[in-house]
């Protein structure tokens, strides 16, 4: 089936999961890269205070805040 019928079928509310390999379905854009950020130590401070109240890292709050801002 083409890409386009797959589309029309799906945006018209069929079910059609059986139409999909699952076991060669993957996110795309999910890879992941590096990147160096130099912050000033007050910053470092905020953030470290801030992920202790919340339960995560600061590198899961850095990468919290910046997903909900680009979004």
């Not at 999909?20 to 000033?40: I, S």
Request: charged share 35%; aromatic share 8%.
């Amino acid at each position: 089936m083409k890409a386009r019928e797959f589309d029309e079928r799906f945006d018209a509310g069929e079910d059609v999961s059986s139409d999909v390999d699952w076991t060669r379905a993957r996110r795309t854009n999910t890879e992941t890269r590096r990147v160096n950020v130099d912050f000033p130590a007050w910053v470092i401070t905020s953030l470290d205070r801030q992920a202790r109240e919340l339960g995560v890292t600061r590198q899961s709050l850095i990468k919290l805040w910046i997903a909900e801002r680009l979004q």
